[in-house]
Structure formats: C-alpha cells, structure tokens
C-alpha cells in the first residue's frame, strides 16, 4: 500500500459521523482534511509565508503537490518537499489530538509545532555536512 492509496482513509479513520472534527463541515473527503478545512488552511497559509514565502499555495496547488508530486520551488534553505511533509505531519498529530485527548486545534499552536521540527530538521542536516 502507497502513501497516496492511505489518502482515501483519511476521513473514515476513527469517525462515526462523515462530519470534520475540527470545523463541522458535513462531508469530509481527503481533500478536506488535507487543504479545505478551514482551520488546517490556516496552517498551510502560515505556514507558506514562512518557509516558502514565493509560492503563491493555494489549495488545488498543494494537492497537486502530493497527488501529482508537483513540487513548490524550494527556498534556497530549505527542500520544499520537508516543508510540505512538516506542515502534513504537525497538522496530523494536532488532528489525532483533537481527537483521542480532546486538544483543540489551534492553527497558531500547529504552525509552532511546524516551525520547530523544520528548525531542528534543518540543524540536523548541516551536522551531517
């Protein structure tokens, strides 16, 4: 099994109703978890100003980038590749905390969560130069 065909699990994980946990949407899909979601788009426009502050992200343009790997143009600092797997992988864990520890999900508090593993993978890598 791929990453991608684990997409289409997304929204029927740990849910008894088709509705968004975070914004009451009635019908969650992957895409609405990933982009649409309001409070997660929040995430990625914060996000994106930070670390790749030239991309224009919209939502069609970030699922282009995990369905169809068509990537950002990476900042000289950083891969645009860790950016989009920082900003998936924090917004995932506040997502799973909203719901097995009743956290809220806080866009601020995600894109903290976001800016420190970026910060401590980007330290991490020049050790290895």
């Given at each position: 099994m791929t990453w991608l065909n684990s997409?289409?699990?997304i929204p029927?994980?740990?849910?008894a109703s088709p509705e968004c946990r975070l914004c009451g949407h009635s019908n969650q899909t992957p895409e609405h978890f990933l982009?649409?979601?309001?409070?997660?788009?929040?995430?990625w426009t914060m996000a994106m100003h930070m670390w790749i502050p030239h991309?224009?992200?919209?939502?069609?343009?970030?699922?282009?980038a995990f369905y169809a790997l068509a990537l950002p143009p990476s900042p000289p600092h950083i891969d645009s590749?860790?950016?989009?797997?920082?900003?998936?992988?924090?917004?995932?864990?506040?997502?799973?905390?909203t719901i097995f520890d009743d956290?809220?999900?806080?866009p601020a508090?995600?894109?903290?969560s976001v800016?420190?593993?970026?910060?401590?993978?980007?330290?991490?890598?020049?050790?290895?130069?």
């Open positions: 997409l289409d699990a029927s994980l740990c849910r982009v649409e979601c309001p409070l997660v788009w929040q995430v991309w224009r992200a919209q939502p069609s343009t970030i699922l282009r590749y860790h950016v989009l797997d920082g900003v998936l992988a924090a917004v995932w864990k506040a997502y799973w905390h956290v809220p999900f806080v508090n995600v894109v903290v800016n420190k593993s970026l910060q401590f993978f980007f330290q991490s890598s020049h050790l290895l130069d």
